[in-house]
């Protein structure tokens, strides 16, 4: 069974530019994730959908970030413009369970710098 | 505030010895805990979850306690090796509408031959 996959793995970009990350979830995994993780700390929510409703955002940067989960599959996440403050791994999961009360699978997440 | 605390310090132990490391949590009352492994350049993966009312949970050389008067979880793994090197993550999930899942800032072990 393929994980969750995502892309790219590495990106460098100059600040105030745009990037967007790539998440394909588990099959038959309703609930996704993208989770922030800067170094030496824990992943953090940015933002979780059931099927195709954002069910908790309320960590997004809503001023330079989106994300959207179209058909329910499928997820990108955008920044737009890059800061200095946005490099970090940003990591998607995804689980069956909607409740957080089980087990998540992440993928090798989205390193990003920005110069 | 509500926190949760992992030793920022890396665990350095000798292999064959147990391993524990600590998860405490403050202003927090989690209905589900979990641990996950990390390695460098990876993501996590899930290792094991254990619920409120359950005191200990165990798979294979790895065992999870769960204090909630304490608030806190140990987490050892037996006979450890250096193959489990790595960065351990507690995570707790806080009930409420759709529920949270919060990570602690993970423990690295180091497991020298």
């Known amino acids: 069974e393929a994980g969750v996959v995502q892309s790219p793995r590495y990106k460098i970009i100059e600040k105030k530019q745009p990037v967007a990350f790539w998440c394909n979830p588990i099959s038959g995994h309703n609930t996704l994730y993208w989770y922030r993780q800067n170094l030496g700390q824990g992943p953090e929510l940015l933002i979780r959908y059931e099927n195709e409703e954002a069910v908790d955002d309320s960590q997004l940067p809503k001023d330079r970030f989106s994300a959207e989960r179209l058909k329910g599959v499928d997820s990108t996440l955008k920044i737009q413009p890059a800061e200095l403050g946005d490099s970090a791994v940003y990591l998607c999961a995804s689980s069956t369970s909607g409740t957080n009360t089980g087990e998540l699978f992440f993928g090798e997440g989205s390193r990003l710098t920005v110069l | 505030s509500q926190k949760i605390e992992q030793n920022s310090e890396a665990l350095n132990i000798q292999e064959g010895k147990t391993a524990t490391l600590t998860c405490n949590y403050t202003n927090y009352s989690p209905a589900y805990l979990q641990w996950y492994r990390q390695d460098p350049g990876r993501g996590p993966v899930f290792l094991l979850l254990i619920r409120e009312n359950e005191k200990e949970k165990r798979k294979e050389r790895l065992k999870v306690t769960f204090d909630t008067t304490l608030k806190q979880s140990l987490f050892h793994i037996t006979a450890s090796q250096p193959a489990d090197s790595a960065t351990y993550l507690c995570?707790?999930?806080?009930?409420?509408?759709?529920?949270?899942?919060?990570f602690g800032a993970g423990t690295r072990l180091a497991v020298h031959p």
């Open positions: 995570a707790l999930t806080i009930s409420g509408g759709y529920n949270k899942l919060i």
